[in-house]
Nanobody, 130 residues
Framework: QVQLAESGGGSVQAGGSLRLTCATSKYIYGSPCMAWFRQTPGKEREGVGA???????YYSDSVNDRFTISKDSAKTTLYLQMNDLKPEDTGMYYCASGPGRRGSCPLAPRFQGRDNYSYWGQGTQVTVSS
């Protein structure tokens, strides 16, 4: 049973934009933390951004000022608006939700386990060409 469903990935040229969508159930949407992660083959999974239940937002330094995370409670959907895309943004993008850790939504790899992010989508591929 798919709990989180990502969409919106694709291939764009550097400088372009994409908007990722993560549709989920009301139960999962109510989790304290909802986040986006990305992974490229051979590299460690990287946290991109997260938003908590009261709207506090966390970003990775690598995407700050280019990516915007938001959510729509009526649609129980999480979004990731990605602007000024770079080739290094290429990867499989996953959305995840869960309780977080100690009142925050951590992005570091060592905090990406099921204890903090219980539910994961299957991912959507983003490819940025130079």
């Amino acid at each position: 049973q798919v709990q989180l469903a990502e969409s919106g990935g694709g291939s764009v040229q550097a400088g372009g934009s994409l908007r990722l969508t993560c549709a989920t159930s009301k139960y999962i949407y109510g989790s304290p933390c909802m986040a986006w992660f990305r992974q490229t083959p051979g590299k460690e999974r990287e946290g991109v951004g997260a938003i908590d239940s009261i709207g506090r937002i966390y970003y990775s330094d690598s995407v700050n000022d280019r990516f915007t995370i938001s959510k729509d409670s009526a649609k129980t959907t999480l979004y990731l608006q990605m602007n000024d895309l770079k080739p290094e943004d290429t990867g499989m993008y996953y959305c995840a939700s869960g309780p977080g850790r100690r009142g925050s939504c951590p992005l570091a790899p060592r905090f990406q386990g099921r204890d903090n992010y219980s539910y994961w989508g299957q991912g959507t591929q983003v490819t940025v060409s130079s």
